[in-house]
């Protein structure tokens, strides 16, 4: 799945800087060089071409990590990327078992596999709660499970040495194979969860997220919080998290990662230590495929507060395995970068920001996933600009699917993601949730080695007609929560036809 739209931000910024040969704080002579220069404000593009450091810079030199692929005697597949530097392991095991599987659990079993990952470092057949606590800290090892709709993940980061490892790798093997899913701590549990779900009430930006989700998705498993809700939670029991225990955590329904200081042979060994008594079990079923909205649908939820947030959006795209699939989700990569990035360059930013004063930022993007992950914007306004924002952030997506956007849009940002690349595996951790990434959706292994390539054979007709094919605003679902109805006495304004 995607990165958020702030990590992009802060993934760029450290990748210019990078480029430049720049601290983040400039000196004071190089303030007054870059002012006395002949700067258009309003044309931040320009402005870049005028600093002779960009102009000259060579492009950078990138290895990707080199990827190991092997299988457990169990059967499940493992990426390894041997990383020396530190005497670190970080192990990932993923399930295809995220809060979409819920409902086959017990149709209003919301909030089941969130229980199980919460449940599974809470005591095993041997170790008591405490105990198990104990444990993980006496070797100093980060040991954890979460669950996602799409994934459920298992992680430990350890020691490399034989003394922290093969403990921990025992530890991880115990949780998977041996939870107790005590009732005395579901009860805790379900307790403390309830009294998040009543705060999360009280916050706009989560109401919107999950009124999007419900009616985007309707009765697909994507519509219903990772969490549960209010009604789904007191009513979990210990056989729900039994039974999807011993359906989907299993060698069958699962892929790993390793990155860390290991060679082949030991990391062959680990993977076997940890998965030998995972049964084999079966593989999750394939995702029913979500329906599009076939027409417009705006919801309105009063919320008392001076702000109004809004979430707009449609039904995106699955996780593309295939390498034209590929391509093209990468054409509309870079063609949304430029309408909705996060950065002030970005079309919406510039407009409803900069230009109108609606907002302290406006940013969306795609969320690719098992089956069709959402494509969503979002931006939180003041009470009375609410509907006007919206008609402005509207016209900013109508204009730029008509007229498309620039060549030079386009080559700054194919720059700044060739630039921001190395990021994703610049540290142990970010090399591991990639592997992790790539293993899960089955991406083959030249993936990384391929992304330079794919931004490369990006051209402005392949970005323009990809954002055309995409995105249709004339049947965006919109939804705000705030003071005031923006609908209520409006008219939207009528919109020139696309091309």
Not at 159 to 175: G, K, R, T, Y
């Amino acid at each position: 799945m995607p990165k958020t739209i702030q990590t992009r931000r802060v993934f760029k910024a450290a990748a210019l800087s990078l480029l430049l040969g720049l601290s983040v704080a400039a000196t004071a002579e190089e303030n007054r060089s870059v002012q006395s220069s002949a700067v258009d404000k309003e044309a931040p593009i320009h402005a870049l071409e005028t600093l002779s450091s960009i102009k000259n810079a060579k492009p950078l030199s990138v290895t990707v990590p080199k990827i190991e692929e092997f299988t457990t005697k169990s059967g499940i597949k493992v990426l390894l990327v041997q990383t020396p530097t530190l005497p670190i392991v970080d192990v990932a095991l993923r399930f295809n078992a995220g809060s979409a599987r819920d409902g086959e659990i017990r149709p209003t079993g919301f909030g089941i596999a969130g229980m199980t990952a919460a449940m599974l470092t809470q005591g095993t057949k041997t170790l008591t709660e405490d105990d198990f606590t104990k444990a993980a800290e006496t070797l100093g090892i980060n040991l954890s499970s979460t669950a996602y709709q799409d994934m459920f993940i298992v992680s430990l980061r350890s020691l490399s040495d034989d003394e922290h490892l093969l403990p921990a790798a025992d530890l991880m093997s115990q949780m998977l194979t041996e939870p107790t899913f005590d009732s005395t701590i579901l009860e805790r549990n379900k307790s403390r969860q309830l009294v998040g779900l009543k705060q999360q009430k009280q916050d706009p930006a989560y109401l919107a997220a999950i009124a999007f989700s419900e009616a985007l998705y309707g009765d697909h498993p994507y519509a219903h919080p990772t969490v549960g809700t209010l009604e789904t939670v007191p009513t979990i029991t210990k056989e729900d998290l039994t039974k999807f225990w011993q359906r989907y955590l299993v060698a069958n329904n699962a892929s790993m990662a390793i990155t860390g200081n290991v060679t082949r042979a030991q990391a062959e060994a680990l993977a076997n230590r940890i998965t030998k008594d995972l049964p084999k079990g079966q593989a999750a079923s394939t995702l029913p495929e979500p329906q599009p909205l076939t027409a417009p649908k705006h919801i309105h939820i009063p919320f008392d507060s001076s702000q109004t947030t809004v979430i707009m959006g449609q039904l995106g795209n699955k996780r593309a395995t295939d390498p034209k699939a590929q391509q093209e989700q990468t054409n509309f990569a870079v063609g949304n970068d430029v309408l909705a990035g996060g950065d002030f360059n970005a079309r919406l930013m510039t407009e409803v920001r900069q230009n109108l004063g609606y907002t302290y930022g406006i940013s969306g993007g795609m969320s690719p996933m098992l089956t069709r992950g959402p494509y969503q914007i979002s931006f939180s306004t003041r009470n009375d600009k609410a509907r006007a924002a919206i008609d402005a952030s509207l016209k900013v997506i109508d204009d730029t699917l008509t007229n498309g956007i620039t060549q030079s849009e386009m080559q700054l940002t194919k720059d700044s993601l060739k630039n921001s690349f190395p990021m994703s595996f610049s540290s142990n951790a970010s090399i591991n949730g990639t592997l992790g990434m790539m293993n899960f959706y089955n991406l083959p292994n030249d993936y990384l080695a391929n992304y330079n390539r794919r931004i490369d054979n990006v051209t402005l007709a392949s970005v323009n007609q990809s954002l055309r094919s995409n995105l249709n605003p004339d049947k965006f679902l919109i939804v705000t929560i705030g003071k005031d109805n923006p609908w209520e006495n409006k008219t939207k304004p009528t919109k020139k036809k696309r091309r």
